[in-house]
């Protein structure tokens, strides 16, 4: 059975720094995409970052080239995203997904059940 | 980037009716284009992925069509679970966009 977990949400100062993990099972992490997607209190859904399942290609979101990084440690079947400078709008609920398919980087077949960032001082 | 519009933003409807929700993008994404349901306080689920086709599990009462920047999802014979939010979600390039959600609501 396919399963995502993240964690390492939490409160943050703006500015400050943050790592979320998304530990898969049920699967290879190196033999899928993967994506992170937010969603900011009562609103819609926000693509942030992905990458390649054998970790050459990554792309993000403009609001937060420069400030997050995507990363995955295939050893332990987990997906990283480290997010820096943080803002006021950065805080949301982040999901990490898999791709549908082993050569999908779009469409995201199974969510984890997300970790919430807040960043207030 | 690509735009993503979504209409209605939001519906009601009653039990046993057939709903349909548009999708259109502001440029073609061919036929890359797919479909989500999320529910309150919950993380979103595939429906339909590739424009018309349905993600394992889900019940052969929704059905999407489309291509090119225009696009539609159809839920035929609604029933009590499908009340949620959906949204769709271009793949064609990125940044990968979103549109910004139909809330259903069943009367």
């Known amino acids: 059975e396919v399963q995502l977990v993240e964690s390492g949400g939490g409160l943050v100062q703006p500015g400050g720094s943050l790592r979320l993990s998304c530990a898969a099972s049920?699967?290879?992490?190196?033999?899928?995409?993967m994506q992170w997607v937010r969603q900011s209190p009562g609103k819609g859904l926000v693509w942030v970052s992905r990458l390649s399942g054998d970790g050459s290609n990554a792309a993000y979101a403009d609001s937060v080239k420069g400030r997050f990084t995507i990363s995955r440690d295939n050893a332990k079947n987990t997906l990283y995203l480290e997010m820096n400078s943080l803002r006021d709008e950065d805080t949301a609920v982040y999901y990490c997904g898999r791709g549908c398919f082993s050569d999908s980087g779009g469409c995201v077949g199974y969510w984890g059940q997300g970790t919430l960032v807040t960043v207030s001082s | 980037d690509i735009q993503m519009t979504q209409s209605p933003s939001s519906l009601s409807a009653s039990i046993g009716d057939r709903v349909t929700i548009t999708c259109r993008a502001s440029?073609?994404?061919?036929?890359?284009l797919n479909w989500y349901q999320q529910k309150p306080g919950k993380a979103p689920n595939l429906l339909i992925w590739?424009?018309?086709n349905l993600h394992s599990g889900v019940p052969s009462r929704f059905s999407g069509s489309g291509s090119g920047t225009d696009f539609t999802l159809t839920i035929t014979s609604l029933q009590p679970e499908d009340s949620a939010t959906y949204y769709c979600?271009?793949?064609?390039?990125?940044?990968?966009?979103f549109g910004q959600g139909t809330r259903l609501e069943i009367k």
């Open positions: 049920g699967f290879s992490l190196s033999d899928y995409w």
């Open positions: 440029q073609s994404v061919r036929t890359y």
């Open positions: 590739t424009t018309s």
């Open positions: 979600q271009q793949s064609y390039t990125t940044p990968i966009t």
